[in-house]
């Protein structure tokens, strides 16, 4: 029997890799025993993952390459009368890595064949770019929560700011940073994603997470993300397990100083149970195969404060996912093959907006369908060229309820609501892509080594997006916990807008080999165009006008930039490369996903009107003589700033790689990222001069029971005859801009003698006025990002501060991940001011910051082999947060009798059984 045992380690493999590519690449040189290069070898290739050999011939240099490899393990036979033939095997091949392996002949003596296992190459010598791969090999035995953020959240470089245990947040979608960045692009099986959702990683072949040194193919200066999704094979294959974590084996961390800071209930666990299952295998062998994945997760959790209206007792938050995947593999002929992948993905929570501010009474269902397919044709055009084709198209249809049929109450105070939800809707975004890139290498022609990409791309958005109507079309707020009435929000609800944007890209990119000097050179220009066609607002509703909006269509926003990197392999051996790169990124400030936040939606006078007026409780409400305007935002009044540019990231990048043993690599990079142009939303009927009647405000602290921290500050009310007065203009907004400074060091040991390891150091500063969320857009509020007004001038949300993470991780069975807690301030709600209630930073995020996270989790497994051919059956057991800590991750910041309290915190330790057959 086999003993049980637990691998140390760590499961990532990080390399350089070229972040468009879902391929990998082998090519090298094949010389004789004095290095003399031999032309004319045959180079046949094998693969567990390809139909059948590939073959190519040596070229005039000696020369070869082999592309549109899928990650996996690969062998090469070299071939040529008078010489011993070389099987060279196990060279391992991830996303987007280009390994060169040079080999030498020996003249043969006898006929035989030397078969070598290799080294594989573990520093890409002719690639600049940082990223990280997960393979499918070390997605399973990760001990995470099988969710996409759980592998970013061990990436090193990413800060995700809420982490997960055991799989607490597997139905958030959770904010993270790469290197201080936000913006996100990715590509499943050619079809391109704005933002990730709730894919199930365990459908993948591998995940590519790349952050910096991006060639000319790829649009942001962020994340840029590949998902290959496993294939079927000649064989039949696949992988099925099922875990849950019982609740007798969840631990309760309520510290007595959570206890004491009238904390009942911390984040926890109600109900985690995963079943996943996958198979495939071929319909003809070599020439046809097929791949099914599906997957069912449930994960409940007690969020600290939500209640069960009627019973006032703790109740969880409910969320199912649910997904489906497949693909097709057909090989058209030797040259040509095609490929198709598909998912139809589900995410459904029964009480949507469940928060310690809003009861179970006031939440409502939210259902989220989605799907993604994508169609990829590889064609090898000549020995020196290839051409690939994608299309690709996701969709969903996100639909909020309204909820209870009452009328939306918000406590000013206390942050209570109570009622319906205020913005139910429906949104149902659509988007297709279809790319072309063709390459062609250069290698043994008189014109040096080149190996040059150009190619093309189109994006079309439609984006419906429907702005139910909450009970009334209004929302009411009040002070000192609902006994007093103040304000009133109207709603010019129900309707429907839309807006859409085409984009259009291209670029060239040349890989130079000179020696040992790799230079990378290429620029890209990208081509925006937002519009919106004639639409209507039918009259509907108290508040809304029937009224007609002629379509619009922006000028068209460009960008050319270049991007430009080496890569200097010192000794020639691949084993030390120092690598410097420079790029500028033009990107989409609006997101592709949602009608609400494209770049036309910021202009198009569809868009929902809502206005705020005092109130003394009346109802039905009628704006009156009583009921003066506070402020108007969405409305009619929008418009267009003609010279509005796309904004850009600049980006600057050195590191060095070196090869310490044959299995292990330490790298150290300096990442460097400027953001400028950034977009806003400016309110130009309101001048800065008019806010110019001084008030004097008493700020109670952050002790809001005693005088101790009290103090005086001075605001500023706007003149009257500019109150409640609107006029957007989307234009650029030069102060609004973002620096990034990140520090890391890693090293990475791939698995031999039973262990594999990555540990890392990363340190990035930031500097900026607003950081954009990592699922939405970029476009800044008259409200957000550098105030234009003196009192959120004076107290913003600017930040200025070092973020640490320390992910020493070891894999198979332990993962040790310390993280500086997220920065914050402290907000105040104002009153007394002719605009009305305003709420101000008075401490600026970065003032204050939550405890540093430090998590281990732990797995053991215990497998037996299931006769001749029935594969592994495996017993898991995973231990999350071992050391059960409660760390505090979010409080309530809005200055009051409530400031302070806790919201969310790190889920306790738990055990999560589990069992998996693989086959």
Same mark, same amino acid.
Not at 4 to 23: K, N
Not at 33 to 46: E, M, Q, W
Not at 560 to 585: C, E, H, M
């Given at each position: 029997?086999?003993?049980?045992?637990?691998?140390?380690?760590?499961?990532?493999?990080?390399?350089?890799?070229?972040?468009?590519?879902?391929?990998?690449?082998?090519?090298? %040189?094949?010389?004789?025993?004095?290095?003399?290069?031999?032309? =004319?070898?045959?180079?046949?290739?094998?693969s567990p993952g390809v139909m059948g050999a590939r073959d190519v011939i040596t070229d005039e240099q000696g020369g070869y390459r082999f592309n549109f490899l899928p990650p996996g393990a690969y062998a090469l036979k070299f071939e040529l009368p008078g010489f011993r033939t070389l099987v060279r095997e196990g060279i391992q091949i991830t996303a987007g890595f280009t390994a060169t392996l040079n080999v030498s002949l020996e003249v043969a003596t006898v006929g035989e064949t030397l078969t070598v296992v290799g080294?594989?190459?573990?520093?890409?010598?002719?690639?600049?770019?940082?990223?990280?791969?997960?393979?499918?090999?070390?997605?399973?035995?990760?001990?995470?929560?099988?969710?996409?953020?759980?592998?970013?959240?061990?990436?090193?470089?990413?800060?995700?700011?809420?982490?997960?245990?055991?799989?607490?947040?597997?139905? *958030?979608?959770?904010?993270?940073?790469?290197?201080?960045?936000?913006?996100?692009?990715n590509v499943i099986e050619g079809a391109i994603m704005a933002s990730l959702q709730y894919e199930d990683p365990d459908v993948y072949q591998e995940v590519q997470v790349a952050g910096a040194t991006k060639g000319a193919d790829a649009p942001v200066g962020g994340s840029f993300n590949n998902f290959v999704v496993k294939t079927g094979s000649n064989s039949v294959h696949g992988l099925v397990f099922y875990d849950r974590e019982p609740l007798r084996l969840q631990s309760s961390n309520l510290s007595q100083s959570l206890i004491s800071q009238g904390v009942t209930n911390t984040s926890s666990v109600a109900r985690y149970q995963s079943f996943h299952a996958d198979a495939g295998g071929p319909f003809i062998k070599d020439k046809f195969w097929w791949f099914y994945g599906f997957r069912n997760l449930n994960s409940d959790n007690w969020t600290p404060g939500y209640v069960n209206t009627k019973t006032q007792q703790p109740e969880p938050a409910y969320t199912n996912l649910r997904n489906h995947v497949t693909k097709l593999n057909y090989q058209l002929n030797p040259k040509h093959s095609l490929s198709y992948s598909a998912q139809y993905n589900s995410k459904s929570l029964p009480n949507s907006g469940a928060s310690a501010f809003v009861d179970s009474d006031s939440t409502s269902l939210t259902d989220f369908p989605y799907w993604i397919q994508g169609v990829t044709l590889n064609s090898v055009l000549s020995k020196r060229t290839t051409l690939q084709t994608q299309w690709g198209e996701f969709g969903w249809r996100w639909w909020t309820r309204p909820g209870k049929d009452e009328i939306t109450r918000q406590d000013l105070d206390t942050r209570l609501v109570r009622g319906g939800r205020s913005a139910p809707f429906v949104d149902r975004s659509h988007h297709m892509n279809i790319s072309s890139v063709f390459s062609i290498n250069t290698s043994g022609t008189g014109i040096g080594n080149h190996n040059i990409r150009t190619g093309y791309g189109y994006i079309y958005e439609g984006a419906p997006y429907t702005f139910l109507a909450p009970k009334d079309s209004i929302q009411t707020f009040w002070r000192g916990g609902f006994q007093t009435p103040v304000e009133i929000e109207t709603?010019?609800?129900?309707?429907?807008?839309?807006? %859409?944007?085409? @984009?259009?890209?291209?670029?060239?990119?040349?890989?130079?080999?000179?020696?040992?000097?790799?230079?990378?050179?290429?620029?890209?220009?990208?081509?925006?165009?937002?519009?919106?066609?004639?639409?209507?607002?039918?009259? *509907?509703?108290?508040?809304?006008?029937?009224?007609?909006?002629? =379509?619009?269509?922006?000028?068209?926003?460009?960008?050319?930039?270049?991007?430009?990197?080496?890569?200097?392999?010192?000794?020639? *051996?691949?084993?030390?490369?120092?690598?410097?790169?420079?790029?500028?990124?033009?990107?989409?400030?609006?997101?592709?996903?949602?009608?609400?936040?494209?770049?036309?939606?910021?202009?198009?006078?569809?868009?929902?009107?809502? %206005?705020?007026y005092t109130?003394?409780?009346?109802?039905?409400?009628?704006?009156?003589?009583?009921?003066?305007?506070? *402020?108007?935002?969405?409305?009619?009044?929008?418009?267009?700033?003609?010279?509005?540019?796309?904004?850009?990231?600049?980006?600057?990048?050195?590191?060095?790689? @070196?090869r310490l043993t044959r299995d292990m690599t330490i790298r150290f990079n300096y990442v460097r990222k400027f953001e400028r142009n950034r977009m806003r939303v400016l309110n130009t009927a309101i001048p800065f001069s008019e806010y110019n009647i001084p008030v004097n405000f008493t700020d109670r602290g952050r002790d809001f029971t005693s005088a101790a921290d009290d103090?005086?500050?001075?605001?500023?009310?706007?003149?009257?005859?500019?109150? =409640?007065?609107?006029?957007?203009?989307?234009?650029?907004?030069?102060?609004?801009?973002?620096?990034?400074?990140?520090?890391?060091?890693?090293?990475?040991?791939?698995?031999?003698? %039973?262990?594999?390891?990555?540990?890392?150091?990363?340190?990035?500063?930031?500097?900026?006025w607003s950081i954009a969320t990592a699922i939405g857009q970029d476009i800044a509020s008259d409200t957000g990002g550098v105030p234009q007004d003196p009192n959120r001038l004076k107290y913003n949300s600017g930040l200025n501060y070092w973020h640490y993470e320390l992910p020493f991780r070891i894999a198979s069975s332990a993962s040790f991940r310390l993280t500086k807690g997220e920065p914050y301030g402290r907000t105040l709600n104002t009153t007394g001011l002719t605009q009305g209630t305003i709420s101000l930073t008075v401490d600026p995020v970065g003032t204050y910051f939550y405890p540093t996270v430090a998590l281990v989790d732990l797995r053991f497994a215990k497998s037996i082999s299931v006769g001749e051919s029935g594969g592994k059956l495996e017993g898991l057991l995973d231990l999350f947060n071992i050391t059960n800590s409660s760390a505090i991750l979010s409080t309530n910041n809005q200055t009051g009798a409530t400031y302070g309290q806790v919201l969310t915190t790190v889920n306790p330790r738990i055990a999560r059984l589990g069992v998996r057959w693989t086959f």
């Open positions: 029997m086999r003993k049980l045992s637990m691998i140390l380690g760590f499961f990532t493999v990080l390399i350089a890799v070229p972040a468009w590519a879902q391929d990998g690449v082998i090519t090298g %040189k094949v010389t004789d025993a004095s290095g003399a290069v031999i032309p =004319g070898v045959v180079i046949a290739l094998t080294e594989t190459p573990l520093i890409d010598v002719t690639n600049a770019v940082v990223a990280t791969n997960f393979t499918m090999e070390l997605t399973n035995i990760l001990p995470t929560g099988h969710d996409v953020f759980s592998v970013l959240a061990i990436t090193p470089g990413v800060q995700v700011t809420a982490p997960d245990v055991g799989g607490s947040r597997a139905g *958030s979608r959770a904010q993270f940073r790469l290197f201080g960045s936000t913006s996100q692009w709603y010019d609800t129900s309707f429907t807008f839309e807006n %859409k944007v085409s @984009q259009q890209w291209t670029f060239v990119n040349d890989s130079w080999s000179i020696r040992r000097l790799t230079l990378n050179a290429g620029f890209r220009f990208d081509s925006f165009l937002p519009y919106y066609d004639e639409q209507s607002k039918p009259g *509907s509703g108290p508040y809304q006008e029937k009224v007609t909006y002629s =379509g619009f269509t922006f000028h068209r926003l460009n960008g050319l930039v270049p991007r430009l990197s080496l890569v200097y392999d010192i000794f020639g *051996s691949g084993r030390t490369a120092i690598k410097l790169g420079y790029g500028r990124y033009s990107y989409n400030a609006g997101t592709i996903t949602n009608a609400n936040s494209t770049m036309a939606g910021f202009v198009n006078p569809m868009a929902k009107t809502t %206005k705020r109130w003394d409780g009346t109802l039905p409400f009628v704006p009156g003589p009583n009921n003066r305007l506070l *402020s108007t935002t969405g409305g009619p009044n929008r418009k267009l700033d003609p010279d509005l540019k796309l904004p850009y990231t600049d980006e600057y990048v050195a590191g060095i790689d @070196q103090r005086t500050i001075t605001l500023f009310s706007l003149n009257p005859n500019f109150v =409640g007065r609107r006029a957007d203009l989307l234009t650029n907004d030069p102060a609004n801009s973002s620096d990034f400074a990140t520090y890391n060091i890693e090293g990475v040991k791939r698995m031999s003698k %039973k262990w594999q390891m990555l540990t890392g150091f990363d340190v990035t500063h930031y500097k900026t």
